[in-house]
């Protein structure tokens, strides 16, 4: 039995693993609540609904942890993402998520205890809430015990993110219990401070909250008692942050990879024998969980996915995630890829208490199958890592690999190289059969009309 | 700005107050008081669109149907 690292804040339970299946305690302080929810069919409605991750009731024994009340089984999900990593629609399909079950769950005398984006998670279908003990019964009278984790998980970083520049959503890796108010206030271009829902979620809360702080910290007491907060002005404050989520909007700006396909080199026969080698890949092996690394806008996750598999697709640039994901989240057959913005040579490290609560990307590895096409030469040449390097990290992610070598005539290795003179990293067919040959096996290898070569390998010793 | 908090204050001085709820999150003193008078405003939004749904039902039934039933 393995305790979830990221599942110790809520007294009410925990998450924890065995036997290969996931499950979820419900220790002793959070049963009133669990059978508030289950004897009044909630869990059934948001599970229907599609909002919340299903469950069943189990009873497993001595394998839950001591303390355990009622245990549940969850599905067990095909890879977990963070904020940082997801396109800027993902998270405001996330906040979302959360405003559609609080509509839902405020009528019905309950609500969600916390608003947290990381209880939000894909399960390869859609975005569905995880943490079912989130739910539970609404104070009366009491303001949302969760509106301030909205704000400072939901709507600053995507206030920020559509306002003051995408790339601020790699905030969230340094503040993983949500952004500070007032920096995100601070943050904001002058006029977008004062759009009115903004206003008051963002500028006049984090005034509120500086003033509370700084009377408590000069011990004077602000409040003994709660102010009240009608069901009516609760719904009200919640269809106002539904307003002001959907008000933010990110016009997305095409930079270079979104269009690729218009100004790359190679032709149009070239792309269809990658295609298809790409799909003849997937269909021999048949994979359950595929990384497309440095996958631009996705066109060969696309092809990767209708076997079937899910895939994960991680690019660098925001918008073509962005593009990805409102492609694949459109698209019913295509509902099977997640899209995650990740530089590849920074990626995900281990983050929160004890460098344990959030996962490196390495942690979330391996994959059944990698696809890195058209990426290693980027990984050489622009960000000046040596091919040992990567072809180690490879075999630290995945079972098997399908690389593309870009060989150094090629025109976008050419480009790359415009203005090194010649100081550069190794970067050949040799120098990369060599590296890539002390991690993996070739199994097989097919040259394209455009002389860029496609390396299908197992790793050593698996 | 400063006028803004006067008012913002003052409603909640008139709102009144219960006990505290249990939480395992921080509610935060500041997030509470902003939500009162957020709440106080929305209350009347709520109850003037429900007001105003009303009004457009009513005057919908009395006049709208009639071009229905012309086509009909």
Known sequence: MNVNAASFRDPFGCVFSAQGKIYRSVF???????????????????????????HKEVQIGSLAPEGTVYCLNHPKLPMISYPWEWSFSMLKDAALLHLDIMDML???????????????QFDGRGLRLIDTLSVGRRVPESPWVAYSQFCSHFLAPLALAAYCDIRTLSLWRNYIDGYPLDLAVRMLPFWKRYRPRLFMH?????????????????????LKKMPKVSDRGLIGIVRSLR????????????????????????QTDDVAQKSEYVEKVVNQLAPKIIWDMGANTGEFSIIAAKGGAFVVSIDGDAACTEYLYQKSFKEECLRNILPLTMDLANPTPPLGWNSEERLSLRDRAPADLTLALALI??????????????????????????VEFVPPS??????????????????????????????????????LNNKRILFFCKRKGR | MGKIMILALTVVLLLGVSDRAYAYLDPATGS????????????????????????????????????NRDEE
């Open chain 1, 106 to 120: 405020l009528p019905r005398g309950f609500w969600l205890r916390d608003a947290n984006a990381f209880n939000v």
């Open chain 1, 243 to 266: 307003h002001a989520v959907n008000g933010v909007t990110w016009k997305r700006k095409s930079r270079i990879w979104e269009e690729y396909k218009n100004i790359r080199t190679y």
């Open chain 1, 377 to 402: 030469h980027h990984l050489v040449l622009s960000s000046c890592v040596p091919l040992g390097y990567i072809a180690k990290w490879f075999a630290s992610i995945s079972n098997y690999l399908l």
């Open chain 1, 28 to 54: 002793q302080p959070g049963v009133k609540e669990f059978e508030a929810a289950r004897d009044e069919g909630i869990f059934r409605e948001l599970i229907d609904a599609g909002l919340l991750l299903s």
């Open chain 1, 202 to 222: 963002l500028g006049l809360h984090a005034r509120f909250q500086d003033l509370a702080d700084r009377k408590e910290d000069m011990k004077k007491a602000t």
């Open chain 2, 32 to 67: 509470m008081i902003v939500q009162a008078v957020l709440a106080a405003i929305a209350a009347v939004s709520v109850t003037v669109g429900v007001f105003w749904r009303r009004l457009k039902d009513f005057f919908g039934r009395h006049f709208g149907h009639r071009n």
């Open chain 1, 410 to 447: 090629d025109p976008m290795v050419k480009k790359l190289l415009k203005n090194r003179r010649g100081e550069h990293l190794p970067y050949d067919l040799e120098a990369f059969r060599l590296s890539f040959g002390n991690f993996f096996d070739f199994v097989d290898e097919r040259a």
